[in-house]
């Protein structure tokens, strides 16, 4: 595994972990190409296009259960515990780190909104130009991040606002 490596594609986070399992299981252990695995993630999840499997195809490999190589992708044969999740989300998940130190600086639960105002600036200035309206999306960013963060349990959502997981 790289540990330098980055990765900004974030799913929509699901109900639980077992989606994430079942996107890893679409893909196969022998190398193939990149738009066969995303078109297995697809069929596999009941996705609306290939381009929302590409998505999932490469956030698995942020979380180095899927890798790849020059013939292709593959995923992993390690049983990966929800610590090594946590981890690889917070080191290899674009925003990821911000978004989970706004929410354990903060002295109370913080709402979206909130969160965002707070990772708002660690907004790189490409990233701004690229989008016309930058702001509403990586608010959905935020958004999609602090569900994840929920679903490895990093954070607890009450009500809509977040507060660190109290283990």
Same mark, same amino acid.
Not at 48 to 62: C, I, K, M, N, P
Not at 64 to 90: M, P, Q
Not at 103 to 113: N, Q
């Given at each position: 595994?790289?540990?330098?490596?980055?990765?900004?594609?974030?799913?929509?986070?699901?109900?639980?972990?077992?989606?994430?399992?079942? =996107?890893?299981?679409?893909?196969?252990?022998?190398?193939?190409?990149?738009?066969?695995?995303?078109?297995?993630?697809?069929?596999?999840?009941?996705?609306?296009?290939?381009?929302?499997?590409?998505?999932?195809?490469? !956030?698995?490999? =942020?979380?180095?259960?899927?890798?790849?190589?020059?013939?292709? @992708?593959?995923?992993?044969?390690?049983?990966?515990?929800?610590?090594?999740?946590?981890?690889?989300?917070?080191?290899?998940?674009?925003? =990821?780190?911000?978004?989970?130190?706004?929410?354990?600086?903060?002295?109370?639960?913080? /709402?979206?909104?909130?969160? !965002?105002?707070?990772?708002?600036?660690?907004?790189? =200035?490409?990233?701004?130009?690229?989008?016309?309206?930058?702001?509403?999306?990586?608010?959905?960013?935020?958004?999609?991040?602090?569900?994840?963060?929920?679903? !490895?349990?990093?954070?607890?959502?009450?009500? /809509?606002? @977040?507060?660190?997981?109290?283990?």
């Amino acid at each position: 595994m790289s540990g330098d490596a980055r990765f900004k594609p974030v799913p929509p986070a699901p109900e639980s972990l077992d989606r994430l399992h079942e =996107a890893r299981a679409a893909v196969p252990l022998v190398p193939s190409g990149s738009e066969d695995c995303c078109a297995r993630v697809a069929r596999a999840l009941g996705l609306a296009d290939r381009g929302t499997g590409e998505t999932w195809l490469v !956030f698995l490999r =942020a979380l180095s259960l899927v890798e790849a190589g020059d013939r292709g @992708y593959h995923r992993t044969r390690e049983d990966v515990e929800i610590a090594a999740l946590r981890a690889r989300f917070r080191e290899r998940v674009v925003g =990821a780190d911000d978004v989970l130190s706004a929410v354990e600086d903060a002295d109370e639960p913080l /709402g979206v909104d909130r969160i !965002f105002e707070r990772v708002s600036e660690t907004v790189p =200035a490409w990233e701004r130009r690229r989008h016309d309206d930058w702001e509403a999306v990586w608010r959905d960013r935020t958004g999609r991040l602090l569900g994840w963060a929920t679903l !490895f349990e990093l954070l607890e959502e009450t009500d /809509g606002r @977040y507060c660190p997981e109290r283990n």
